[in-house]
Every structure is written in structure tokens, then in C-alpha cells.
């Protein structure tokens, strides 16, 4: 046998194919929990919603004739692109959707400046103080007489039945 093996043609292997990907193994949308589905809807919602938004920004485009329609909508589109962008940023920043109205910039750097400041703001604000721990029952609340904690529950019944 040569030990020069270039020339020479390779053994056929058994290979078979890999088998297509069984769906069943992969985790669908029914198997993710209830807030991944809800997170997954919204966000599959949201992108319907620019898509949408984009093709009647397209038509609006085509359909302008003049230069001020064309201007129009030109401004239409372009206030759409700063309110997907305050949104982003919002979302990038973790500010909650009732405070975007407090992001105002127009251009994505102030944009991205306000996000990160109202973020900060939020994040730094403290929750209402719990009341602090007391160990007298509420004001009100039926003051009861302790049994001795040594007796076992049949002598406290025995002990309460007593008293009456």
C-alpha cells in the first residue's frame, strides 16, 4: 500500500443527510410563557403598525403632484421618523410609554440625551417609605391575655373554656 494517498480516490462513507428540523423539537409560540406571548404580540403589532405606516407614506409620495404636496408629505414622513425614534429611545431606555410626551427633541443625539435623563430621573426616584415595624397590634385590635407558652393546645383550649 503507497503512503501517498492524493491520488487516490476517497472510500465512500455512509453519510446520510441530516434530517430536516422537526419542528415538534423546537419551542413554539404556544410554548413560551404568557408575558413572552403578550411581549412578542405587541412587538409583532408594533412592526405591523410602521409597515403600515410606511406604505401610505410610499402612496402619499407617489401621489403627490405638486411641490407643496410633495413637501407635505416629505414633513408627514420625516415627523413619523423623530416619533419611531423618541419611541426607540424610550424603549432603549427603559422610560415608561405615559412619559414620552417629555422627550422633545428632533434630532436622534437630543433624543438620546432626554431618554437617558428622564431614564435616570425615574430610576432614581425612591418608592413611598414603608411604615415602619411595630410590634404592638394595630390601634383597636382586641388585646388578648397570653397563655403560658409552655401549655400544649389541649390545656390552652381546657384554660380557655375556663374563662368564660
Do not use: C
Amino acid at each position: 500500500m503507497p503512503e501517498d494517498i492524493e491520488g487516490q480516490e476517497p472510500e465512500a462513507q455512509n453519510i446520510e443527510p441530516a434530517a430536516p428540523a422537526d419542528s415538534t423539537n423546537e419551542p413554539g409560540e404556544d410554548d413560551l410563557p404568557e408575558w413572552a406571548r403578550k411581549s412578542l404580540k405587541k412587538a409583532n403589532d408594533e412592526a405591523a403598525s410602521y409597515r403600515t405606516q410606511l406604505r401610505e407614506a410610499q402612496e402619499q409620495l407617489k401621489a403627490a403632484k405638486s411641490p407643496e404636496e410633495h413637501e407635505a408629505a416629505v414633513s408627514a414622513l420625516n415627523e413619523r421618523i423623530v416619533d419611531q425614534d423618541r419611541r426607540l429611545a424610550a424603549k432603549d431606555h427603559g422610560v415608561p410609554d405615559d412619559l414620552l410626551e417629555f422627550i422633545t427633541a428632533t434630532d436622534p443625539e437630543g433624543i438620546e440625551k432626554q431618554a437617558k435623563k428622564l431614564a435616570a430621573s425615574v430610576a432614581t426616584q425612591d418608592p413611598a417609605p414603608a411604615p415602619p415595624e411595630s410590634k404592638q397590634p394595630p390601634a383597636g385590635a382586641r388585646q388578648t391575655k397570653r397563655a403560658d407558652s409552655t401549655l400544649n393546645p389541649v390545656d390552652a383550649a381546657r384554660l380557655s373554656l375556663q374563662r368564660r
